[in-house]
Nanobody, 125 residues
Framework: QVQLVESGGGLVQAGGSLRLSCAAS????????MGWFRQAPGKEREFIAR????????YYADSVKGRFTVSRDNAKNTLYLQMNSLKPEDTGVYFC??????????????????WGQGTQVTVSS
């Protein structure tokens, strides 16, 4: 099991930027592909972005493509999500998650084995 702790959330105006971090501990971080998900009030958890184990390949939801960038630093055991041009509809709790399947796309939350507690992002209009 890998333990995950998100940080960097907050309140930002529409058009602004935030950078989320996800610190990992426990198992070897590079043994996992990593994903970001978000959950808005009353909605299901939705896929945002994914990065494979070495950081070479990334996947994005259409709703954030071109605005968000996922990256990782395996030496620091940390995952990042740079969010630019934020919109009110980006509001939600953002979670990072670990997947033992190190490569390939995976948009389903149930495929990810370990989860952080989440960090709140609120975008005001």
């Amino acid at each position: 099991q890998v333990q995950l702790v998100e940080s960097g959330g907050g309140l930002v105006q529409a058009g602004g930027s935030l950078r989320l971090s996800c610190a990992a501990s426990g198992r070897t971080f590079s043994n996992y592909a990593m994903g970001w998900f978000r959950q808005a009030p009353g909605k299901e958890r939705e896929f945002i972005a994914r990065v494979t184990w070495a950081g070479a390949v990334t996947y994005y939801a259409d709703s954030v493509k071109g605005r968000f960038t996922v990256s990782r630093d395996n030496a620091k055991n940390t995952l990042y999500l740079q969010m630019n041009s934020l919109k009110p509809e980006d509001t939600g709790v953002y979670f990072c998650a670990a997947d033992r399947m190190k490569i390939g796309p995976q948009l389903l939350a149930k495929a990810y084995e370990d989860w952080g507690q989440g960090t709140q992002v609120t975008v005001s209009s």
